[in-house]
């Protein structure tokens, strides 16, 4: 029996009117309109000078209630919605909606489709980190790097345009398969991508790695370990820095990435540091998988068969992908009708943002700036 | 894929013979075929027109592993574990709540709570399905623990046997009003704090809002 008390700590803010002249508290709210939240968080810090005795974040300023709408649309019509919660990185949002239903109708993609999807989703995880990279280092002072993942980010948003229309909100999958043949020179263009884009994560690097601001605002800063991760349900990225080996597409493969030869990068000491050479790392190993996956790419349908009107048999799933900022999962319960009986999202900046208090406890305000950063969260996906 | 990694559960092939050597017994008693056998992977209203329509797919199977054959023993009737397209998950009796999750994350290292979420049956007695998505990194293993309650009957919080309980079960209190006994700061998380009412249920409807908050509020006569 572990002690999970000190997870649970709460802001006593009731009496705060009578104690706040002669505390040496202070108590002050962090956003919702600040441009270091990534969005509509609110953070009310207590304070004892510049030193964070504790957090509560307040959030819903987003929320759209994409599960009810999920309940009010057929299958197919609700696909379009999810790519508006993680619209960093809708293409994995669409990809686990995509398998959920495909598992509970008892389909399987065909190869190509699940090579299409690979590839897409892996070049949205380089975007996906790519963004978080550039905000992350403006949030602490370092604009360069903004203008730099930008530039390069571009390049992926066009592949894409091309191959479905769509830069952010792609909808790039469909239940059973993708709907889009890959345009002429996709291959190519995706190659030399790969070739352009992987002298530039050494650029960021030399930016970055071992310049002395960024070290010191970020090592030791925000510190998580193991245990505490893994006791607040953080995954992805942050998990990973922690010095856990764990991706559910090594632990549970999905899609085609059983095929794919990679590695699973770790930190060792859960800091904000570690947390950055992950991701480094993960940029890396995505562009690795794109390439095996451009090499091997196999001919054939990109659609399996389904029928038209999806009608899934009475029954539950549950399936989760390894997103850029974590376990996305789906919790999909379906009644026999075209519409399903309830959606549950499983987001993973939700869970992860929970871990934000213990995160911060103790340390600077401004650091808490570089731990909002580092937790790479989405609003959009926070409140759905 | 990894799901069913255990040796005794049937994988999704074995999920696909099953309903085909069912069939004949599901078209002799077409209405309660699906209620009586497994009440909680039905919901009950679209049971009726459903169930004498079309072959009704994979059905819900048994599962079978050392760990249930333990529970099992521990607990008789009170879980009945079963496997549904290769998924396990196991249908608990509400009194055991607490324990089992105990006995599941200290015994058999479900130590990382996914997620925690509820799903509403109205027309059902007992109309509120919990359901507990549980992982173990050790063992690399996913099942789902549910449980059936009554609306306004309180629940005993996970908060004590994992961390990430915390939000989970506030948004599932915000969402369907699901008490939570034990939980540290019991409120909502999404929707603002004076907001009536919880979307989530069946009988809100997709425009319905708290009219009466938007309006003090936002200034506005409606959202809509």
């Known amino acids: 029996m572990t002690d999970t008390s000190k997870y649970l700590s709460h802001l006593e803010l009731g009496e705060r009117d009578e104690t706040f002249l002669d505390s040496n508290e202070l108590v002050i709210n962090m956003g919702p309109q600040h441009p270091a939240t990534h969005g509509v968080l609110r953070v009310i810090l207590k304070l004892d000078g510049e030193k964070v005795l504790g957090t509560e974040c307040v959030i819903g300023y987003l929320h759209r209630g994409v599960e009810k709408i999920a309940e009010n649309r057929t299958y197919t019509m609700f696909n379009p919605y999810v790519d508006r919660m993680d619209y960093v990185a809708a293409v994995s949002n669409g990809l686990g ?72 909100t792609t909808h790039a999958f469909r239940i059973g398969g993708c709907q889009y043949e890959t345009y002429d020179g996709f291959e190519r263009e995706v190659k030399k991508f790969v070739d352009f884009v992987r002298p530039k994560i050494d650029e960021y690097e030399e930016l970055l790695t071992t310049n002395r601001i960024w070290v010191e605002r970020t090592k030791g800063v925000g510190v998580i370990s193991d245990k505490d991760s893994i006791a607040l349900g953080v995954t992805g990225p942050v998990l990973r820095a922690s010095g856990v080996k764990w991706d559910i597409r090594k632990a549970q493969p999905y899609a085609a990435y059983s095929e794919m030869d990679f590695e699973i990068p770790t930190g060792t000491h859960g800091d904000t540091y570690d947390r950055y050479l992950v991701r480094m790392a993960e940029m890396r190993q995505a562009l690795r998988i794109i390439s095996q996956a451009v090499e091997k790419i196999p001919e054939g349908p990109i659609m399996a068969k389904i029928p038209k009107v999806l009608k899934p048999p009475v029954g539950e ?24 009986y309830r959606v549950r999202v499983r987001p993973p900046s939700f869970v992860n943002l929970q871990a934000l208090d213990l995160m911060v406890r103790g340390q600077l305000v401004a650091d808490v700036i570089a731990v909002i950063g580092t937790l790479d969260i989405v609003l959009g996906e926070v409140d759905r | 894929m990894a799901d069913d990694n255990k040796s005794t559960t049937p994988s999704p092939p074995g999920g696909e013979q099953k309903p085909a050597a069912e069939k004949p017994s599901g078209a002799v ?109 050790p063992r690399n293993e996913r099942i789902r623990v549910k449980t059936m309650i009554a609306d306004g009957e309180p629940i005993p919080s996970a908060t004590p046997i994992w961390a990430a309980a915390n939000w989970l079960e506030r948004e599932a209190f915000d969402m369907f009003g699901i008490k939570f006994d034990g939980h540290p700061d019991l409120k909502r998380i999404l929707l603002p704090d004076g907001w009536k009412g919880h979307p989530l249920r069946k009988d809100y409807g997709i425009i319905e809002q708290d009219k009466e908050w938007v309006q003090i509020n936002l200034g506005i006569e409606s959202g809509q």
């Not at chain 1, 604009?143 to 571009?154: N, V």
């Open chain 1, 97 to 168: 909606y995509c398998e959920a239903v495909e598992k509970l109708l008892n389909v399987e993609a065909p190869p190509r489709a699940k090579y299409i999807r690979v590839i897409l989703t892996e070049l949205n995880r380089i975007a996906s980190h790519q963004l978080w990279l550039g905000t992350h280092a403006l949030d602490i002072g370092a604009i360069t790097p903004l203008f730099y993942t930008f530039r390069d980010r571009e390049e992926i948003l066009k592949i894409f345009e091309k191959y479905c229309g769509a830069r952010l």
């Open chain 2, 29 to 137: 008693q077409p209405t309660p075929a699906g209620k009586p056998p497994n009440p909680t992977a039905v919901p009950p209203k679209p049971a009726a027109p459903a169930a004498p329509a079309k072959p009704a797919g994979p059905v819900p199977v048994p599962w079978d592993s050392p760990m249930v054959a333990k529970l099992k023993r521990q607990y008789g009737s009170g879980i009945e574990p079963l496997t549904y397209l290769g998924q396990n998950y196991m249908v608990v009796d509400r009194s055991l709540i607490p324990e089992i999750l105990q006995v599941l994350r200290d015994e058999e290292q479900f130590d990382y709570c996914v997620d925690i979420t509820a799903v509403h049956y109205p027309k059902r007695e007992k109309p509120f399905d919990v359901v507990w998505i549980l992982y173990s990194f």
């Open chain 1, 317 to 340: 799933i549950y399936h989760s992908i390894e997103a850029p900022k974590g376990e996305l999962g789906y919790f999909v319960v379906s009644d026999g009708s075209t519409q399903p």
